[in-house]
């Protein structure tokens, strides 16, 4: 079962456009990470979110957990191409960590 | 600067070989995970430890094993490998208590 829906699969943008992936489940979550995956290679830790309503900021990125602590939303400023990737989120429901399928990312220069 | 070595980026294997796939960490983490990543399919977890000689089923355990002699080196082995083993397999650690996970670069495993 997936416990993790994430959404859209992929995204194909411009650059300079902003985008909005979305990461949902039917658990209250403890922790909400995100992570970023060049293709190919392994992933890299962006951002953990815990509390209800918390926004993290890291350069042109902000990701958000909203106050039910069930949804979480990554969005990009501005896209490069140094955005493209895969992004996946990743979660805490207190007795196990899920994935989400993750979301493929193309920035159209 | 926190580490997750994995020993192998890329490799290729023929079918029935029994191949190992080495992991090191270098944080003093409790918690080591192996996933495989496929298309579509998402991260899958393999086997997972808690401690030193404690290994754990995850999702899809068939054709592998793993071994945790040394709390920093976790290892999965195929035991005979078969093609739809193919895939890019992922070592991950993590602390007790919410503190996510650190991956490794990955090895991208192919079986022919």
């Known amino acids: 079962s997936q416990e993790l829906e994430q959404s859209p699969q992929s995204l194909i943008v411009q650059e300079g456009k902003n985008l909005t992936i979305n990461c949902t489940s039917s658990k209250t979550l403890y922790g909400l990470y995100w992570y970023k995956q060049k293709y190919g290679e392994g992933l890299i830790f962006l951002m953990m979110l815990q509390k209800g309503g918390e926004e993290k900021s890291h350069e042109k990125i902000t990701a958000k957990l909203d106050e039910k602590k069930q949804q979480s939303s990554l969005h990009i400023t501005a896209s490069q191409p140094s955005h493209a990737g895969i992004y996946l989120c990743?979660?805490?429901?207190?007795?196990?960590?899920?994935f989400g399928t993750g979301t493929s990312l193309t920035v159209i220069p | 600067d926190v580490k997750v070595t994995q020993s192998s980026r890329y490799l290729v294997k023929r079918t029935g070989e029994k191949v190992f796939l080495e992991c090191v960490q270098d944080m003093d983490h409790e918690n080591m995970f192996w996933y495989r990543q496929d298309p579509g399919l998402g991260l899958r977890l393999i086997y997972f430890?808690?401690?030193?000689?404690?290994?754990e089923k995850g999702d899809i355990p068939e054709g592998y094993s793993v071994s945790r002699e040394k709390k920093e080196r976790f290892s999965l082995i195929l035991e005979s490998a078969s093609t739809n083993q193919t895939s890019m397999y992922l070592c991950?650690?993590?602390?007790?208590?919410?503190?996510?996970?650190?991956f490794g670069s990955g090895t991208r495993l192919t079986v022919v």
């Open positions: 991950a650690s993590s602390r007790t208590g919410l503190w996510g996970y650190t």
């Open positions: 430890s808690y401690d030193v000689k404690m290994k």
């Open positions: 990743g979660a805490d429901t207190g007795n196990q960590f899920y």
